[in-house]
């Protein structure tokens, strides 16, 4: 059964940086597109950043281009997403997700990324004073 966790969420103080994590079970991660999404209270989901399966080749959503990094372990089957310099607007449930297609490129197109099978339950990332 694949399992997606993630952690590392909490609260932040504007300006300030949290690293969220998304550890694999059941599958293995290395190879396999991953992505991170995020989803405010009465707002739709949207992909933030992507790491692909072929390369390891990211991708970020333009409200995030320069702040946040995603990286991956394969050591530890894990996905980080790094965000820096945290924005009230960056608060929202952030979600992993990754594509079950060996080697797959990222796809982003209309805000959000594209054939991803298995889903994590989020982590809650506050940003606030």
Not at 49 to 73: M, P
Not at 95 to 109: K, N, V
Request: hydrophobic share 30%; proline share 2%; with cysteine.
């Amino acid at each position: 059964q694949v399992q997606l966790v993630e952690s590392g969420g909490g609260l932040v103080q504007p300006g300030g940086s949290v690293r969220v994590s998304c550890v694999a079970s059941g599958f293995t991660l290395e190879h396999y597109a991953v992505a991170w999404f995020r989803q405010a209270p009465g707002k739709e989901r949207v992909g933030v950043s992507c790491i692909s399966g072929s390369d390891s080749s990211t991708h970020y959503a333009d409200s995030v281009q320069g702040r946040f990094i995603i990286s991956r372990n394969n050591a530890k089957n894990t996905v980080y997403l790094q965000m820096n310099n945290l924005e009230p607007e960056d608060s929202a449930v952030y979600y992993c997700a990754t594509s079950s297609s060996w080697g797959e490129a990222c796809t982003y197109y209309t805000g959000t990324y594209y054939s991803m099978d298995y889903w994590g339950k989020g982590t809650l990332v506050t940003v606030s004073s």
